[in-house]
């Protein structure tokens, strides 16, 4: 006869990556079920969206994936911008692509930092923020937040690049890939990390496509499906970089993949660093003034690339200064939902680990 | 046990409690939101708050005896935030962090956001910023500090 | 066999297809089988009656689709037979939009409280009504209107 | 395209002990380098030009036009009254991003009031005032043991330490 035990991780706990709760049956040591409790974060940041005028809901946008904010202010923007048809100079556009990139790397490094926590490395942790504070001190002397920066606006960038923003950023770049190369090593290297990752949360492709799962996730299950590559926004189509794929479908193979995808946005950052062209940060239609006050209509969906995957948004505008719907296709929503069956048949350790690689925010899961 | 609760009146040995607890706050992992981010910036190496005595953050409320609540307090987490709150031991501090925790920040249009976690749990030191900047926390942190010390009212 | 309404595009060159609500599934299925998957359900509130939006997407000839229907009485068919992704689209759905979709098997909130009157994404939702959350001892929400039964 | 898709080398598994002794090494090099950490009450480290925090106000700048009242995402600022004595205003020339203001008149004698427990510092009123009256400065030590972070117009003016609640 089963004996099941019933196990309940979270809302507060340092493995979930924020305030979420598993509901875990066990069976012995061996996981047979897992059942999420979201919504302890839900902000009902789609309802404010309705109420404000287009430009201010920019706030919520920043504080949904909260460790990604440029990326999703760009998902808004985009989405925005085509709504009202505004053109945005292309000196804004490589500058957002430029922090859009940076962004991607602070990201990952709270990610590969939290995922070595839950593995008890407390050393990586260190050496990633380090790093991560060295970019937010480049958001600062750009924008002027250190993580909800609030800098892309409707039509452009608040405020311009100066030369000794891109001093610094070719300074950092310069000092961080032999960085990236030693944190890195400090995971792969290590035996235990190696036992604990290699083979376990595997996910098959057809699986992951039937969730809707996007991101490093459906990548490192063999799919090569990147919104950069697939509809390339801002000038993606304009630099070279690779999109890695793993076709270990497992944990280790996602690590790695992440690490990969990190050179390669430096890669395109030391690429479009060149290429910013003089000129307007900012549509003069939109300028300053009452540039808040645009009206939109018609429907769009947009997406981006951010750091977990395909960020949609859908806007409806009715021919006012307020949108009518603002919907959001969150990527990490989709990814959790796949962490039962990735969880089912591994041992609960496991489970801690599965969700660090799945790496969720749960801000945007909740809103 | 709060100031003055210990029955004889030993004024040195309070002094030396106030000094003791202020300069060895352990705080509480209660990341909720954004502000968890800069709250593990200012654990990390670059602004270390092992310096101020605050060595590691604990995961368990029975072995620390500050809180920072850092980041939205929503409706639904409420609760769950007093239940952490009583399993903590006397004395225990909390710090509001974040304007979200202070009047409910941006969300104070929204249906589902606690409009300040001092209607939840009673707090001590109120730090503004969206989020606060890591310096800015080990300032609040030293406002607690000065406070169990009976040296600031502001 | 379905019936195309009418074709039009979105402000993103999207292609958006207007079907009746009946045909959902004989359409659906139809695309799944040419290698579309499911990528995000919105409820849109017209006040007179309710918009559903389908994404669907195609991961080989990098395809996106917007399928649109109708309803005037809350009631759409459920698409979790088709993907698994619509079981968690359309919980969010129903508890923010109040969207029924008939054939879901577990139908319930996901990111607030079961006892939460009204559905908030709706125009009608009063803000202005105030429901605070408690947790009994054993981990039970109860929502109510008043102030003090609160937290 | 110039995005191309490539597969991953899984490197080899780390030979036991080895491997540790290997990720000592790269972990003990950073033994030698400068410490990091910013000695904080001491020395405060680079706050660069651009950060913004607490939200000041310039008064013989500010006109009541009520522009930061209605851009702020979530009505932080509110407009109140003050009977602020301006001297000279006819002589007071002003140097905006917009060029030099002269003769700056608030006939209503209307001034923002911030809620700084509600402000995001999202930098809108000050991207939209038209005279630079309102500004954001590095000022960021104002955690307070109380919840009153209503700023009037007056306090608004003064240095932190000045600010008594």
């Known amino acids: ?44 940041a789609e309802k404010i969206c309705e109420l404000n005028y287009y ?51 602070a990201a990952r490094l709270v990610g590969l930092g939290a995922f070595g926590l839950d593995m008890g490395m407390l050393t990586p942790f260190f050496h990633c923020f380090i790093e991560r504070e060295k970019i937010q001190k480049i958001f600062v002397e750009a924008s002027g937040g250190r993580q909800e920066v609030n800098y892309m606006s409707i039509g452009g960038v608040y405020q311009d690049f100066n030369d000794q923003i891109i001093n610094d950023i070719r300074e950092f770049l310069k000092e961080f890939k032999p960085y990236l190369e030693d944190i890195y090593g400090m995971f792969m290297h290590s035996e235990i990390f190696w036992q604990r990752n290699d083979g376990i949360g595997i996910l098959e492709p057809d699986v992951a ?17 990147d919104v950069r590559k697939d509809a390339p926004y801002l000038f993606y189509d304009k630099v070279n970089f690779n999109i890695p794929i793993s076709h270990k479908k497992d944990n280790m193979g996602r690590f790695i993949l992440k690490v990969e995808e990190m050179r390669q946005s430096i890669r395109i950052i030391e690429q479009s660093i060149d290429k910013i062209p003089d000129g307007p940060y900012f549509n003069n239609k939109a300028k300053k003034s009452m540039m808040l006050r645009l009206k939109g209509d018609g429907e769009v969906f947009s997406r981006v690339e951010s750091e977990n995957g395909e960020f949609g948004v859908y806007v409806r505008g009715n021919g006012t200064f307020k949108p009518w719907r603002v919907h959001v296709r969150s990527p990490a929503f989709k990814n959790i939902s796949v962490v039962p069956v990735m969880a089912k048949g591994m041992m609960i350790a496991d489970l801690i680990v599965i969700i660090g690689s799945v790496d969720t925010v749960i801000g945007e899961i909740d809103r | ?30 990341g909720l939101a ?28 029975r072995q620390s005896d500050l809180m920072i609540v850092a980041g939205t307090t929503t409706k639904r987490m409420a609760p769950r935030v007093k239940r952490v709150y009583e399993e903590m031991p006397y004395p225990k501090y909390v710090i509001a962090m974040g304007v979200c925790v202070i009047q409910g920040g941006p969300y104070v249009d929204g249906y589902s956001v606690v409009m300040g976690v001092d209607k939840v ?3 001590d030191v109120y730090i503004p910023g969206c989020p606060p900047s890591p310096q800015a926390l080990t300032y609040g942190i030293m406002t607690l500090q000065k406070k169990i010390k009976h040296e600031t009212d502001r | 066999m379905y019936k195309i309404i009418s074709e039009s595009e979105d402000k993103n060159k999207i292609k958006i297809i207007n079907i009746d609500k009946n045909d959902l599934i004989e359409f659906m299925e139809d695309y799944k089988s040419k290698g579309y998957y499911l990528s995000s359900i919105t409820g849109v ?66 990111v607030l409280p079961d006892e939460w009157v009204g559905h908030p994404l709706r125009k009608s939702y009063d803000l202005k009504k105030v429901q605070y959350i408690n947790m009994d001892s054993e981990g039970k929400e109860h929502v109510s209107y008043n102030e003090n039964e609160g937290w | 395209m110039v995005a191309t898709v490539k597969e991953i080398e899984i490197p080899k598994k780390p030979v036991p002990i080895l491997g540790s002794l290997r990720t000592m090494g790269i972990v003990g090099k950073y033994m030698f380098k400068k410490p990091i950490t910013t000695q904080y009450p001491e020395e405060k480290g680079e706050i660069p030009e651009r950060f913004r925090y607490r939200i000041f106000l310039a008064p013989e700048a500010c006109i009541g036009c009520t522009l930061c009242e209605q851009i702020c995402p979530n009505h932080s600022i509110k407009m109140e009254k003050w009977d602020f004595k301006r001297e000279d205003t006819e002589k007071l020339t002003i140097e905006t991003a917009h060029g030099e203001r002269t003769n700056l008149q608030n006939k209503r004698h209307i001034y923002p009031d911030v809620n700084f427990g509600t402000c995001t510092v999202c930098r809108q009123c000050e991207e939209i005032c038209p005279t630079d009256a309102i500004y954001l400065t590095h000022e960021f030590e104002n955690s307070r043991t109380r919840n009153s972070f209503t700023y009037s117009p007056e306090e608004l003016t003064k240095q932190e330490q000045d600010v008594i609640k």
């Open chain 1, 1 to 44: 006869m089963a004996h099941y035990t019933e196990l309940n991780i979270g809302p507060i706990h340092p493995a979930v990556h924020g305030i979420l709760k598993f509901k875990v049956k066990l069976q012995e040591e061996i996981i047979e079920d897992v059942e999420i409790t979201l919504g302890f974060l839900h902000r009902n």
């Open chain 1, 55 to 105: 430009a201010d809901n920019m706030v919520y946008f920043d504080r949904m994936d909260y460790i990604d904010a440029m990326n999703m202010e760009l998902g808004y923007l985009t989405a925005v911008e085509k709504l009202m048809d505004m053109e945005v100079p292309e000196r804004a556009q490589w500058i957002r692509m430029i922090m859009a990139e940076l962004n991607r790397l």
């Open chain 1, 209 to 225: 496509l039937d969730y809707g799962v996007t991101g490093p996730l459906l990548r490192g299950s063999g799919i090569a499906y």
């Open chain 2, 1 to 30: 046990m709060k100031n003055g609760d210990l029955g004889i009146k030993t004024t040195t040995i309070e002094k030396a409690l106030e000094w003791g607890s202020a300069n060895s706050l352990w705080p509480l992992t209660m």
């Open chain 2, 34 to 61: 954004c502000c968890a981010i800069e709250m593990m910036a200012t654990q990390a190496a670059d602004l270390d708050i092992a310096r101020f005595g605050s060595e590691i953050f604990r995961n368990s409320p």
């Open chain 2, 121 to 123: 749990v009673p707090v």
């Open chain 3, 45 to 110: 509130d017209m006040q007179d009656h309710l918009e559903v939006i389908y994404h669907i997407h195609n991961y080989d000839t990098h395809e996106y689709i917007e399928v649109k229907i109708l309803t005037t009485d809350d009631k759409v068919p459920s698409l979790t037979k088709l993907w698994k992704a619509a079981k968690g689209d359309e919980r969010e759905q129903y508890d923010l939009m109040g969207i029924i979709f008939e054939g879901h098997e577990n139908l319930r909130r996901i």
